[in-house]
């Protein structure tokens, strides 16, 4: 229902930074968060925003380095990527849902983007 596109992903040292963003169709009382998947692992919650964007969940390997925001006004939500560590690298996912109840489950989630890599080296 919801169309999701992410962009902003590139190539970075690590120590860079990046921004994402996820342009959506909708977000009006819609939680968002982001994904990521490297390949051969499984996919992993990095942070999600609910739909007054004042409660935010980050998962540990990125709490402190990332940061999850969202404009309402432009359907847009943002990934802010920084100190990234090759670890770091992975295809990552803009997830959205209905209500407001932040999580890091993939399952919660019923719209998906296609993905943008982020590749960060040493």
């Known amino acids: 229902q919801v169309q999701l596109v992410e962009s902003g992903g590139g190539s970075v040292q690590a120590g860079g930074s990046l921004r994402l963003s996820c342009a959506a169709s909708?977000?009006?009382?819609?939680?968002f968060a982001w994904f990521r998947q490297a390949p051969g692992q499984g996919r992993e919650g990095v942070a999600s925003?609910?739909?007054?964007?004042?409660?935010?969940f980050y998962a540990d390997s990125v709490k402190g380095r990332f940061t999850i925001s969202r404009n309402n006004a432009k359907n847009t939500i943002y990934l802010e990527m920084n100190d990234l560590k090759p670890e770091d690298t992975a295809m990552y996912y803009c997830a959205s849902k209905p209500g407001a109840r932040v999580t890091l489950n993939g399952a919660d989630y019923n719209s998906w983007g296609q993905g943008t890599q982020v590749t960060v080296s040493s």
């Open positions: 909708e977000s009006t009382l819609r939680t």
């Open positions: 925003i609910n739909p007054g964007g004042l409660t935010t």
